[in-house]
């Protein structure tokens, strides 16, 4: 993280460096860094020092974050071009902010939204609590404090079922972040997405993304020797602890990557030394796509374990391992 002149910033750089120590995510700095990024750029604009920043500062930061709009980024396709030559957005697109007509999806909008406020204030928050720790320029309080009173909640009643809930205190500035509505996509759109696709090698990747539930970047990881066939399991990385876990797929799913690893090998690519166990089961799959190959048809959706109708796997065990986040209508 650099100032205006190019120098690094030591105390966000110190906080960066004790995240790193902490073994976080990779992605964990970056997301950090931009908060602390956006806080100082306020403090220099006013010229005020980051240890004599006061509450009223803090709180007319939040308050800034929320009537201002967010800087417009140029599309990485366009990076380096001149602004002439970068073209206008598309006209068909919804409006920011808009919910998508098929999935429910809000849009970005043009404002900040509740989650980024509120993941900002956090990170302040704790930036603040580590130099005061470690008792780091002239700083005395936070300028992001807890509310004073706790948020208490009533003993166990009969809806909770007897449970006593904890109490706990939240920010002073920090919004209120509203519930995530599950993202949805109707079986005939998905199709439509299947059908589209021009290369086994993405039908493989989107066949395992809607089975297991995983993240995207999750699927990226999983490796040669991951997708083991007698279990009809795939290995990946998650996300938050970077640990390796299996997930349930779909039959489908694995047709899909043993069409996509045909067409690699006739290409040159070396396959590697297939498992005895997987062995007889991965002859079994090439007879089995003769009759269970998904094609365009609706009738013959992506999702078909049999040769059936779409929405075949709609009670796959992936649900409970995966995240579930695209679980259909």
Request: proline share 9%; glycine share 10%.
């Amino acid at each position: 993280m650099l100032d205006g002149r190019g120098r690094p910033v030591e105390p966000a750089a110190l906080y960066l460096k004790e995240l790193m120590a902490r073994d976080n995510s990779p992605l964990t700095p970056r997301s950090y860094g931009m908060d602390l990024l956006r806080w100082f750029r306020f403090l220099w604009a006013l010229g005020i020092e980051w240890d004599r920043a006061t509450r009223e500062d803090a709180r007319d930061f939040m308050l800034w974050m929320k009537v201002a709009d967010k800087p417009k980024r140029v599309h990485w396709r366009h990076r380096g071009r001149a602004l002439s030559k970068v073209p206008p957005p598309r006209s068909d697109r919804p409006a920011p902010g808009t919910p998508n007509p098929v999935t429910g999806k809000p849009t970005v909008g043009t404002k900040y939204s509740p989650a980024t406020r509120a993941h900002c204030e956090t990170v302040l928050r704790e930036f603040y609590n580590f130099h005061l720790d470690e008792s780091t320029g002239s700083l005395l309080v936070n300028p992001f404090p807890l509310v004073r009173g706790r948020r208490l909640s009533q003993l166990g009643t009969q809806r909770d079922g007897g449970k006593k809930h904890r109490s706990r205190r939240t920010g002073l500035y920090r919004p209120t972040v509203p519930q995530r509505v599950p993202r949805r996509i109707p079986d005939e759109m998905y199709t439509k997405v299947f059908a589209g696709l021009r290369s086994h090698h993405d039908r493989a990747l989107l066949a395992f993304w809607v089975a297991t539930g995983a993240r995207a970047e999750e699927l990226l990881t999983v490796k040669q020797d991951g997708a083991v066939v007698s279990e009809q399991t795939v290995s990946v990385i998650r996300k938050g602890t970077r640990d390796y876990q299996d997930l349930a797929a779909t039959p489908d799913a694995f047709v899909w990557l043993r069409l996509y690893q045909e067409s690699a090998w006739k290409k040159g690519v070396r396959a590697q030394r297939t498992p005895p166990q997987n062995a007889a089961l991965g002859r079994a799959s090439s007879t089995r796509m003769i009759y269970t190959t998904p094609d365009p048809d609706p009738g013959h959706g992506p999702r078909s374990t049999g040769g059936g109708p779409a929405g075949g796997c709609r009670g796959s065990p992936a649900r409970t391992l995966g995240r579930g986040a695209t679980e259909p209508p």
